[in-house]
T-cell receptor, first 111, second 118 residues
Framework: GQQLNQSPQSMFIQEGEDVSMNCTSS?????WLWYKQDPGEGPVLLIA?????ELTSNGRLTAQFGITRKDSFLNISASIPSDVGIYFC???????????FGTGTRLKVLA | DTGVSQDPRHKITKRGQNVTFRCDPI?????LYWYRQTLGQGPEFLTY????????KSRLLSDRFSAERPKGSFSTLEIQRTEQGDSAMYLC????????????????FGEGSWLTVV
């Protein structure tokens, strides 16, 4: 099935560093969601974005809805070991109900 | 806990057997979704209900798969004559759809049901 491009695929960072990841699509979306998934668990919603240009924070996490409506970005500041996991973006096209998910960014934080 | 609940969390079955998964959505959520996720991939859409009506099925959902949501509350996903390729995590999600605001588009996932077909 169709999946969005997420970058990077994986990353190893030192504790305390900031992390940036993005998600791109050839389609225009009207909603972007960001999830974190731990091994063997379901995705947990982190941030929801509903308007182009919107910038939303949730603690150390900040996400932006790209102004072209074809991309979204997630930043994690001052990473900690529990940030390890897989981060997924999901986009929704206007008039539909099927979210398209990204391929995931695997984050490993080195203490 | 008032989140999406799935049962069982893990199921190991022999090829050819039937399996059934149950999903209890967040109370009063009118939309319910089933997704499938294989290792290293993001979730892929399988099917979707608005109240008790099943409004779309993905091409990923072969004739061996059937989903129901009889009273517009909990849902079941049955896989008949399981094959090894059915091994995956089956995720249920729900949302409260409203025309506005857009927050009704937000979907919340359960913990998932892992299926291993041996």
């Amino acid at each position: 099935g169709q999946q969005l491009n997420q970058s990077p695929q994986s990353m190893f960072i030192q504790e305390g560093e900031d992390v940036s990841m993005n998600c791109t699509s050839s389609s225009i979306f009207n909603t972007w969601l960001w999830y974190k998934q731990d091994p063997g668990e379901g995705p947990v919603l982190l941030i929801a974005l509903y308007k182009a240009g919107e910038l939303t924070s949730n603690g150390r996490l900040t996400a932006q809805f790209g102004i072209t409506r074809k991309d979204s970005f997630l930043n994690i500041s001052a990473s900690i070991p529990s940030d390890v996991g897989i981060y997924f973006c999901a986009g929704l096209t206007s008039g539909t109900y099927k979210y398209i998910f990204g391929t995931g960014t695997r984050l490993k934080v080195l203490a | 806990d008032t989140g999406v609940s799935q049962d069982p969390r893990h199921k190991i079955t022999k090829r050819g057997q039937n399996v059934t998964f149950r999903c209890d959505p967040i109370s009063e959520h009118n939309r319910l979704y089933w997704y499938r996720q294989t290792l290293g991939q993001g979730p892929e859409f399988l099917t979707y209900f608005q109240n008790e009506a099943q409004l779309e099925k993905s091409r990923l959902l072969s004739d061996r798969f059937s989903a129901e949501r009889p009273k517009g509350s909990f849902s079941t996903l049955e896989i008949q004559r399981t094959e090894q390729g059915d091994s995956a995590m089956y995720l249920c999600a729900s949302s409260l759809y409203m025309r506005t605001p857009s927050s009704g588009n937000t979907i919340y996932f359960g913990e998932g049901s892992w299926l291993t077909v041996v």
